[in-house]
C-alpha cells in the first residue's frame, strides 16, 4: 500500500528565507503527487501537482516540487518565505486504484519569523 | 464558479445522536470523494463516488457510517450513534472525472461529539 512520510512535524523559517519542506513516498509504480496547503479553519488548497511530465512542477505563490524517482521524494521549495506562507502543508499521492483516492502525509507546519 | 461547499460549518452533538453532513461538489464534478481529518493528522479517505453509486466505500470505519449521492451531485455523510471518537473534520473533495484530475476540497465540517 502507498504512504506517504512528511519529515519535521514543525518547520521554522525567518521571512525571506529558504523553505524546504520534505516528502518521501513508498511506490514501485509512478503515482501522482500534490502537495495542498491548509490555513487556519479552511479546506485544503492545491499548491501543485506532478503527473509525470516535467519532474519539476511550478506551482502557485512561488512555490515548485522536483520529482526524484530515484530518491522517490517530492520535497516542496520556495527562495524566499513570506510571512503569508504560515500554514499547513501536505504531501499526498494516489493510491494507484482504480479510485485514486489520496494518501496523506501527517502535515508539516510552516512558521515564517519576521 | 463556485467552488465546493459544506454545511453546516460546525456541528456539535453528544454521544449517540445521529448527524448529516452535506457537501456540495463543483458542478459538473461527476467524481466525490469524502475524507476525515483528526487533529493533528493529514485527511483519510472514507468513501468515493462516481456518479450516483458508491465505487468504494472501504475508507468508512464501521456500519454507523454512510454517505449517498442520489442525483449524482450533492451528497450526505451520515453518522448514527456518534462516538466520541468521531470527532474531528470531515471534508469533501470533488473532480471532474476521477482518476488522476485534481481534486478540489471544501472548507470541511468541524464535527464534535460530546
Known amino acids: 500500500a502507498q504512504s506517504v512520510t512528511q519529515l519535521g512535524s514543525h518547520v521554522s523559517v525567518s521571512e525571506g528565507a529558504l523553505v524546504l519542506l520534505r516528502c518521501n513516498y513508498s511506490s514501485s509504480v509512478p503515482p501522482y503527487l500534490f502537495w495542498y496547503v491548509q490555513y487556519p479553519n479552511q479546506g485544503l488548497q492545491l499548491l501543485l501537482k506532478?503527473?509525470?511530465?516535467?519532474?519539476l512542477v511550478k506551482g502557485i505563490n512561488g512555490f515548485e516540487a522536483e520529482f526524484k524517482k530515484s530518491e522517490t521524494s517530492f520535497h516542496l521549495t520556495k527562495p524566499s518565505a513570506h510571512m503569508s506562507d504560515a500554514a499547513e502543508y501536505f504531501c499526498?499521492?494516489?493510491?494507484?486504484?482504480?479510485?485514486?483516492?489520496?494518501?496523506f502525509g501527517t502535515g508539516t507546519l510552516l512558521a515564517v519569523q519576521p | 464558479g463556485a467552488g465546493v461547499s459544506q454545511t453546516p460549518s460546525n456541528k456539535v452533538t453528544e454521544k449517540g445522536k445521529y448527524v448529516e453532513l452535506r457537501c456540495d461538489p463543483i458542478s459538473g464534478h461527476t467524481a466525490l470523494y469524502w475524507y476525515r481529518q483528526s487533529l493533528g493528522q493529514g485527511p483519510e479517505f472514507l468513501i468515493y463516488?462516481?456518479?450516483?453509486?458508491?465505487?468504494?466505500d472501504s475508507g468508512l470505519p464501521n456500519d454507523r457510517f454512510f454517505a449517498v449521492r442520489p442525483e449524482g451531485s450533492v451528497s450526505t455523510l451520515k453518522i448514527q450513534r456518534t462516538e466520541r471518537g468521531d470527532s474531528a473534520v470531515y471534508l469533501c473533495?470533488?473532480?471532474?472525472?476521477?482518476?488522476?484530475?485534481?481534486?478540489?476540497f471544501g472548507p470541511g465540517t468541524r464535527l464534535l461529539v460530546l
Open positions: 499526498a499521492v494516489t493510491d494507484g486504484g482504480a479510485t485514486n483516492k489520496l494518501i
Open positions: 506532478y503527473t509525470s511530465a516535467a519532474t
Open positions: 463516488f462516481q456518479g450516483t453509486g458508491a465505487a468504494d
Open positions: 473533495a470533488s473532480s471532474s472525472r476521477g482518476g488522476e484530475e485534481t481534486q478540489y
